[in-house]
């Protein structure tokens, strides 16, 4: 088991986000939390990347560490866990190639840095060709790839994706989801994706939990999720 | 000739007010808050340039060291500024980190308290009388066409644009400037990619308090007397300048602090001295009703410009 998450909760002052939510991911897995708007998607993956507090009580554990442990900078440097938010919250001030190389700052490993810049660019052929330009500049497409390439270069033992197909023609959406294979495949990276575009979601991943106003209320293997007639009438328009 | 002495004395006094308007114009741009206790950093940079300054012209004289003048200018002004960025960096530990997340008020009022409390800490240590910056530099007068020019202007504008020069190339350049840019534009996510954004902020107050230091020392050796108080007419006047420049902009910042020196000056050439202020800062408040958000900022926009 990578990451556990155990009885995770979450307040926005008085109003409670999620209620105690218990899930696991292995290594390599891809697994997806698919889910209305403001059932508590992107408070999970905000609260495993410690950009926001948790209840006492609440554990989350990757690899044995507790994560509680870990400042939200430190959960990237040190451990490896890279974060795509919602809405890819790029640096449209500084070029690609300095969102990527933002995204290395606390790395020492110089070659490998280069190597990888070759890697996203390998996986993202546009971004090298824009690798100048601003990114407020970029099309919507192009800032997904880029806020893809940018988490990967700043961690890939486990990828948090926020809504990736958020904004995208369904062309563009396939293009981010076959990059992403491509990076758990070659690069073991393991997965964990919230979408509302469930059927997107279901299909990419391997596993999938519904959450519903801060609770996790089904889980199972996609195919299962799929063909669950509960979910395909909430999630999946019948 | 008269205009070109002017534009000699506007020059260095604008070198001061450029050097404080940035470290105001750094921290709004990455931390969105204004530290009101930066005029008084620039306060105890000048008094810890007149410590090392005084320390080191005294072991020159005792013959412990060898060391010539030019040298005890530099290391004055490496050292102040190294200190002077430790004072920064505290200010924002004990004065603002505790806040982040508490209404903007609360800083401002934070900030206000700092400034009074470094004020009577060097009146506490110093006492009230004020003091006389050693003399650095001999004093030599060139005459260009009948425009008087000493060295210690020279000096002075010079250093400050070298500054200025840095600190853009270092914004520009480095790591830790593109973090500070990164985290002008979006503080929030700054984290995820790896970056210790208390770092970052420590950083910013600290750069910004060297350069206040740097402005300190030049102003010593410009108009040799120090007392406990110049940092606020000194600094909230680089206030203004960073609010003229535009809220966040660094480039915004150096050239209206510039700015500032020429109409203080040129107004004082024109109309009795007394007037200056009144006649300066009627001129500037007429720019600011007409461009609100000053030369470089954007309107409800707080994002750095580098």
């Known amino acids: 088991m990578l990451l556990s998450v155990e009885n995770l909760r979450v307040s926005y002052g008085e109003i409670k986000a999620l209620h105690g939510i218990s899930f696991q991911i292995d290594k390599g897995e891809i697994v997806c939390v698919i889910g209305a708007n403001g059932a508590g998607k992107s408070t999970t993956l905000q609260a495993i990347s410690r950009l926001i507090p948790v209840e006492p009580g609440s554990r989350m554990t990757y690899e044995g560490k507790s994560l509680l442990d870990y400042s939200a900078d430190k959960v990237v440097s040190q ?11 790029l640096f449209g001030n ?83 989801f076959d990059a992403l294979k491509e990076i758990n495949d070659q690069e073991g990276t393991t997965i964990l994706l919230v979408e509302q575009n469930a059927r997107m979601a279901l299909k990419f991943a391997q596993r999938g939990y519904v959450l519903e106003s801060g609770s996790l209320v089904l889980e199972g293997d996609s195919e299962e999720l799929l063909a669950n007639p509960e979910v395909k009438k909430a999630y999946l328009g019948g | 000739m008269i205009f070109f002495q002017n534009l000699v004395n506007a020059l260095q006094l604008g070198s001061f007010y450029a050097l404080i308007a940035l470290g105001y114009s750094m921290v709004y741009g990455v931390l969105m808050l204004f530290n009101f206790a930066h005029g008084d950093v620039f306060m105890v940079g000048a008094y810890i340039g007149f410590l090392v300054s005084t320390g080191l012209l005294t072991l020159a004289n005792l013959g412990a060291v060898a060391l010539p003048t030019w040298l005890i200018l530099a290391l004055t002004i490496i050292l102040a500024m190294f200190l002077t960025s430790f004072v920064g960096m505290l200010v924002e530990r004990v004065g603002y980190r505790p806040l982040r997340g508490a209404p903007r008020a609360s800083a401002a009022i934070s900030g206000l308290m700092i400034g009074i409390f470094l004020e009577t800490f060097v009146l506490w240590l110093g006492g009230p009388k004020r003091r006389s910056f050693p003399a650095l530099i001999e004093s030599t007068t060139y005459e260009l066409g009948g425009v008087i020019v000493t060295n210690k202007k020279i000096v002075i504008v010079l250093v400050s644009m070298l500054l200025m020069l840095a600190l853009h190339l270092f914004v520009r350049r480095t790591k830790w400037g593109m973090a500070m840019r990164a985290m002008a534009y979006d503080y929030v996510v700054v984290p995820l990619m790896g970056v210790p954004l208390n770092t970052i902020a420590a950083l910013t107050f600290g750069l910004g308090s060297a350069l206040a230091a740097a402005a300190g020392v030049f102003f010593g050796i410009a108009y040799p007397v120090l007392d406990p108080y110049m940092g606020i007419r000194y600094g909230w006047k680089a206030f203004v300048a960073a609010i003229l420049g535009g809220r966040g902009s660094v480039l915004g910042a150096a050239l209206a602090g510039f700015m500032l020196g020429f109409i203080e000056i040129f107004v004082a050439w024109i109309f009795p001295s007394t007037w200056r202020d009144l006649i300066a800062y009627s001129i500037i408040l007429l720019i600011l009703t007409l461009r609100p958000h000053g030369f470089f900022g954007e309107p409800y926009s707080a994002q750095l410009r580098l």
């Open chain 1, 79 to 89: 451990l490896g866990i890279s974060h795509v938010p919602e809405g890819r919250r």
């Open chain 1, 94 to 176: 500084l070029t690609v190639m300095e969102n990527l190389r933002l995204a290395t700052f606390a790395r020492k490993d110089g070659a490998d840095i280069e190597r990888d810049v070759g890697r996203v660019f390998s996986i993202f052929p546009r971004l090298e060709e824009r690798k100048t330009q601003k990114a407020g500049t970029l099309s919507g497409g192009e800032q997904q790839m880029l806020a893809v390439g940018r988490a990967f270069m700043s961690g890939r033992e486990l990828m948090l994706l926020d809504e990736p197909s958020m904004g995208l023609a369904p062309l563009l959406m396939l293009s981010v």
